[in-house]
């Protein structure tokens, strides 16, 4: 198998000789981030037998000019990652705008999921699922930066056998992360930026140990692996969270609920008082469904709306190609309101008003069994 090209699938990670090698190399930048990757990346060699995965926080609306920026400075293939591309050894994959770019079954996975650390693309899901899917063969690096974005994954990389490399502080225009990361994590190496390439063309060269470090569980499907929300949340269903903090939210203050149970009978209050019997805090959940429903197909609505004046705007100043484009945008809104009327609210009965009823008929039993039964007429 030759490097250049070579894809460095979850099953092998050799460049050439048969033995596994670091071939995965994760790198995480946020503000102050550039300068830092541009240094970085035109010290690569030619023949860097690893696929290189870049995330700097960008702003979800922005064109971001960075593989243009960087491959005027590396002969290594750069672009923007694309759903369902094959992981490559000699290739710089970096995350578009508003995109988290995950690493799965050989391949490039892009997701809209929530923000994490109030940013997407964030560096922690990268940086998870490297080494969730590549094990020791993964090296994470983290440069300039503020907060704490990477910190976790770059103890995830280290729990599944990874190495972590981090930029002097001393150096970096903007400190906060790398220091973050050294307080936090067993770091392998803190280097200057301009020290990091020399540093990571020798360690995808060199074989890993055979039995060396955590193996990756890229063979188990991402929801089986252990997951402490997830384990809270079935925990909750099956009623194991008596007499704790609960995985809900009051519906009236939004604060934590706690679970009482007290005498057989069930009750959920918040820390500022409010308390629930579970039928009326269902029925409150689904009031919010619908009122978060509507919400949505109001801001959809206005959002639509805007676009097409907008639109026309263009076209009033003799640019209908753009016009046109812009109008596609109000069309998607407009799907999507359809989406939302068509099968959850004007459903009959949609799936809000089937849990309602339910809940009323609860309601009129739990009446009914507690009227006192009237005596047999005898007359």
Known sequence: MGMEGARPGAESGGSGDGAAHRDIVVIGAS??????????????????????????????????????????????????????????????????????????DSRVELSHGPRENHTRPAIDPLFRTAAAAYGERVVGVILSGVLGDGVMGLETIKEHGGMVVVQDPDEALLSDMPRRAIAAVAVDYVLKVSEIPGLLSRLVREPLPEQGGQMADADRPEGERPSLIQHDLEAQARDERRNAVTTYVCPEC???????????????????????????????????????????IRLLTEKAVLTRQLANRMREKGDAARGGEVDALAETDEKYIRLIQDNILMRDPSPIAQGNLLLEKMLEDAKQQAQPSRPTDER
């Open 31 to 104: 503000a102050g981030g550039v300068e830092a990757l541009v240094s970085l990346v035109q010290r690569l060699p030619a023949d860097l037998p690893a696929a290189v995965f870049i995330v700097l926080h960008t702003s979800p609306h922005s064109s971001s000019k960075l593989p243009q920026l960087l491959a005027r400075r590396t002969s290594l293939r750069v672009a923007h990652a694309q759903q369902g591309d094959p992981i490559e050894r000699g290739r710089i994959y970096v995350a578009p705008p508003d995109y988290h770019m995950e690493l799965r």
């Open 254 to 296: 939004g604060g934590t609920m706690w679970q009482i149970d007290q005498g057989g009978l069930l009750q959920f209050r918040c820390h500022t008082g409010h308390i629930y019997s579970p039928e009326v805090l269902i029925f409150q959940k689904s009031e919010q469904v619908e009122a978060t429903l509507w919400s949505c």
